[in-house]
T-cell receptor
Framework: EDKVVQSPLSLVVHEGDTVTLNCSYEVTNFRSLLWYKQEKKAPTFLFMLTSSGIEKKSGRLSSILDKKELFSILNITATQTGDSAVYLCAVKRAQKLVFGQGTRLTINP | DTAVSQTPKYLVTQMGNDKSIKCEQNLGHDTMYWYKQDSKKFLKIMFSYNNKELIINETVPNRFSPKSPDKAHLNLHINSLELGDSAVYFC???????????????FGPGTRLTVL
C-alpha cells in the first residue's frame, strides 16, 4: 500500500530558528513529490520536485528530493510567525496525490 | 479572480439528510478532484474527473456521488449523511499534459461539513 510519512508531526520553535521537515515515501509509479502549506483553509502549493538532488528554492524555503533513499526535506530558515501552518507532503502516483499526515509548525515570537 | 471556488463554506445538517457541495474552477484546468480532510488533517482523495470522465474512484461509500456537468464544475452529492461524514471537503483542479503527468493541484477553500 502507498505510504507517505512526515516527521515530526508537530514542531514548536522560536522566530529566527531554522527548521527541517521530513517526508519519506513508499509509492509505486512515483511521478513527483509536492509540498503544500496549509494555514486555515486551502493547501497552497510550495514546490514540486521530480529530479533527485536538485534543490528548489523560494525565498527562505528550500526543498530537495532523494529518489534513491525515497525522501524529501523542506527547510525554512529565519522562521517568522507567518510560517506557522501545517506543511503537507504529497507524492504523485499515476494520476493521484497521496498525502502525508502533515507537520504542524508553530513559530513563537 | 481566477480560482477554485466551493459552496457552501459551512454546512451543518442532521443525520440521514442528503446534501450537495458545488465546485467551480476558472483556471482552464481539465481535471478536478474531491478530497476529504478528517480531524487529524489527513487529506485523502475521493474522486477525480478528467474532461467530465471519472478517472479515480477511491474506496468511498456509494452514498457519495460526484457529478461533472462540464470540465469547469465538479459537484459532490451525499445521500443519507452519517456522523462519520463530518470533515472538511476540498475540491482541487489541475491541468493534465499530453504525457499524462499531472501538474500541481490548486485547492478550493474547503467546505466544513458537520453532521449532527
Amino acid at each position: 500500500e502507498d505510504k507517505v510519512v512526515q516527521s515530526p508531526l508537530s514542531l514548536v520553535v522560536h522566530e529566527g530558528d531554522t527548521v527541517t521537515l521530513n517526508c519519506s515515501y513508499e509509492v509505486t509509479n512515483f511521478r513527483s513529490l509536492l509540498w503544500y502549506k496549509q494555514e486555515k483553509k486551502a493547501p497552497t502549493f510550495l514546490f514540486m520536485l521530480t529530479s533527485s538532488g536538485i534543490e528548489k528554492k523560494s525565498g527562505r524555503l528550500s526543498s530537495i528530493l532523494d529518489k534513491k533513499e525515497l525522501f524529501s526535506i523542506l527547510n525554512i530558515t529565519a522562521t517568522q510567525t507567518g510560517d506557522s501552518a501545517v506543511y503537507l507532503c504529497a507524492v504523485k502516483r499515476a494520476q493521484k496525490l497521496v498525502f502525508g499526515q502533515g507537520t504542524r509548525l508553530t513559530i513563537n515570537p | 479572480d481566477t480560482a477554485v471556488s466551493q459552496t457552501p463554506k459551512y454546512l451543518v445538517t442532521q443525520m440521514g439528510n442528503d446534501k450537495s457541495i458545488k465546485c467551480e474552477q476558472n483556471l482552464g484546468h481539465d481535471t478536478m478532484y474531491w478530497y476529504k480532510q478528517d480531524s487529524k488533517k489527513f487529506l485523502k482523495i475521493m474522486f477525480s474527473y478528467n474532461n467530465k470522465e471519472l478517472i479515480i474512484n477511491e474506496t468511498v461509500p456509494n452514498r457519495f456521488s460526484p457529478k461533472s456537468p462540464d470540465k469547469a464544475h465538479l459537484n459532490l452529492h451525499i445521500n443519507s449523511l452519517e456522523l462519520g461524514d463530518s470533515a472538511v471537503y476540498f475540491c482541487a483542479s489541475s491541468l493534465s499534459t499530453g504525457t499524462g503527468v499531472l501538474n500541481e493541484q490548486f485547492f478550493g477553500p474547503g467546505t466544513r461539513l458537520t453532521v449532527l
